[in-house]
């Protein structure tokens, strides 16, 4: 089992920028690649962001490439999601998520444990 706390997330306007935690426990927090995934009301879980065990960046959704940079603490169990030039439709619930598995997928039914999500509010 793997437990994921998601934390940081909050009200910005257009433009500025949020730091997003994710905190693990359970299994050995190498064992696995982490994912951020997010949802806006009325619209399905889309993928952000993916950083392999190791702390390599695998992966960004072309909406957040060159503003969102993943990154991930082993020592502290912990990855982050930094957000920069945020824009009003970066408005969401994001969800830290962990993977098992070896390839670096962007599909959400790919991972195996899931955080309960934190609110972000971009205003305009």
């Known amino acids: 089992q793997v437990q994921l706390v998601e934390s940081g997330g909050g009200l910005v306007q257009a433009g500025g920028s949020l730091r997003l935690s994710c905190a693990a426990s359970?299994?050995?927090?190498?064992?696995?690649?982490m994912g951020w995934f997010r949802q806006a009301p009325g619209k399905e879980r889309e993928f952000v962001a993916r950083i392999n065990r190791g702390g390599v960046p695998t992966a960004y959704a072309d909406s957040v490439q060159g503003r969102f940079t993943i990154s991930r603490d082993n020592a502290r169990n912990t990855v982050y999601l930094q957000m920069n030039s945020l824009k009003p439709e970066d408005t969401a619930v994001y969800y830290c998520?962990?993977?098992?598995?070896?390839?670096?997928?962007?599909?959400?039914?790919?991972?195996?444990?899931w955080g309960q999500g934190t609110q972000v509010t971009v205003s305009s």
């Open positions: 359970g299994r050995t927090f190498t064992d696995y690649a």
């Open positions: 998520a962990a993977d098992f598995g070896r390839l670096p997928v962007r599909d959400s039914n790919k991972y195996d444990y």
